[in-house]
C-alpha cells in the first residue's frame, strides 16, 4: 500500500523513458516531489548506470543508487509489438512522459507521446536542441562542459581547462526540466491541455554561466580562468592556512574593511587608495592577494575561519567530501534507506523542507524489472498474455 502523503505532486503519474543521469534525476525529483515514477528499462540489461561502477554495493551500482529512488522498474522492449503496445497504454494514464532518446531514435520508435495522450506534459533531455545542426548528436556531460565554456573558465589561470569534478552539466539540465515540468503541470490546471518541452545538455550549461556569459556579451571579450579566485570579486578564493586551505567570500567593502581591521589586524591595507574599493581590488588583484596569502599562512585554517566568522566575513574551510558528510550541518541531509539486496546504506536526501519539515527519502532503487508484473496488471494485460511476453522478450 503506498503511504499517506500531502507532497505537491501526490496523484502525478511520471512514465520515465530516460536513462544514465540528467533524465532519472529530473524524474527522482518528481518522486522526491510525491509522483509515482514508472521507470522503463531495456530488457537484460536496463538504465546503463546500473553497471557504471567501482564502487558497487553488494552489486548494486552506487551510481544508480544515486538518481533512482522511489521509483518501480518496468522492462519493456519497444521495439516488439507488445512492448510498445505496453509503453502505449502507460502513455495514455501518464501526466508526464519524458525520455532522452536522440530524434532518429524517437522516428524509429514512433515515440510521439502527445499524439496519444494530448494532456501529457512531454520533457525530452538532449545533447542538443532539436533545432539545432547537432540534434542528432549524443548528448554526453563531457561534451556539454566543453562545448559550452564551462571547461575553459574552470582550472588554473596557468593550467589546462578543467572539467568540474561533478557532471554537472547532467545536474543543472535534471533541475531544468524538474521546473519546466512543474510549471507545464501548472499550466495544464488553467487550461486542461499538455504540453511539449525540451532541455538540452548545452543549452542548460550555457545558461548557467549567468554572469560570466553576460560578461563576455557585454565586453565581446573571451572569458578568463581564475582557478578559485574569482573574476569581478577580491578577496574572493581560497587561501591557505598553515595546515591546509580555507575560502573567503569578501563580497563587499566593508566585509573587507572588516577582514583587515578585525580578522588580520592590518587596517591600512584597507586604508590604501589601490584597495579601497572592489573595482580597485579587482584592478589591484596581483599586488593585494600575496599579501594575504602571506599573512594567513601563520595561522591555522581552523583560527582563521572562526576569526572570519565573529567577524561576519563569510569562510569556511575546504573540505573532502567524506569529511562534509560528516559534518553536523550535513548530517541530516544524509538518511538510511532499507534495500532489499544490500540491506541498509546511507544516501543523500532531497535538500528542500516544506514548512520546516524534510521530506522522506522514498524508497530504495527498484532492481531491474521488479515491478514489471504488477504494472502490466494494471494496465489490463492478465497472466497469460504477460508470460506469453516473458517469454518473445518483450519484457
Known sequence: MRRKSTLPLEGILVADFSRVLAGPLATQLLADSGARVIKIEEPGGGDETRRWGPPFVGGVSAYFLSVNRGKESVTLNLKSEDGWEAARRLIERADVVIDNFLPVQKQSLRFAPRHINPRAIHCTIAGFDSDSAEANTPGYDLLAQAGSGLMSIT?????PPMKIGVALADVLTAHYAFGAICAALRGR???????SLEVSLFGAT????????????????????????HPSIVPYQVFHGSDRSFAIGAGTDRHFTQLCERVLRRPELAREARFATNAHRVQHRETLLPLLEEAFRKRTAAQWVARCRRAGIPASLVRGVREALR??????????????QIGSYDAVRNPVRIDGRRRAIGSAPPSLGQHTNAVLRELGFDRRSITAMQKSGSI
Open 206 to 229: 550555457i545558461a548557467s554561466l549567468v554572469n560570466v556569459a553576460q560578461n563576455v556579451l557585454v565586453t565581446d571579450r573571451e572569458a578568463g580562468r581564475y582557478g578559485n579566485a
Open 327 to 340: 559534518t553536523p550541518i550535513a548530517r541530516p541531509l544524509v538518511e538510511t534507506i532499507e534495500h532489499p
Open 189 to 195: 490546471e488553467r487550461t486542461g491541455e499538455g504540453s
Open 155 to 159: 582550472g588554473e589561470e596557468d593550467g
